[in-house]
Nanobody
């Protein structure tokens, strides 16, 4: 299982970014797949997830209404559209796969991509 996140960068507060994750070595729809993040000096935080069973999506309260997760099974890719970014969204973002969304961050994850929200 390999996961490679990309799309991070520096953005001003209120701006947008789209993160992408390329998956290989497994079929995307066989796993729950999602994103978690870790900011300097803070604990890991689950951000969003799509379940493998029915495609249900889940979001942390801190990003609900601003972030949108999507999955392209044909391309074996995962995306996270982030709007209305805030400085507190600054973190390294990781895409991850697990048997279910409750375990995102416990099983498989790849190298992260840094998102910096600053003016």
């Amino acid at each position: 299982v390999q996961l490679q996140a990309s799309g991070g960068g520096l953005v001003q507060p209120g701006g947008s970014l789209r993160l992408s994750c390329a998956a290989s070595g497994f079929t995307l729809d066989d796993y729950a797949i999602g994103w978690f993040r870790q900011a300097p000096g803070k604990e890991r935080e689950g951000v969003s997830c799509i379940s493998s069973s029915d495609g249900s999506t889940y979001y942390a309260d801190s990003v609900k209404g601003r972030f949108t997760i999507s999955r392209d099974n044909a391309k074996n890719t995962l995306s996270l559209r982030m709007n209305s970014l805030k400085p507190e969204d600054t973190a390294v973002y990781y895409c991850a796969a697990a048997p279910d969304c409750r375990r995102i961050g416990d099983d498989y994850w790849g190298q992260g991509t840094l998102v910096t929200v600053s003016s």
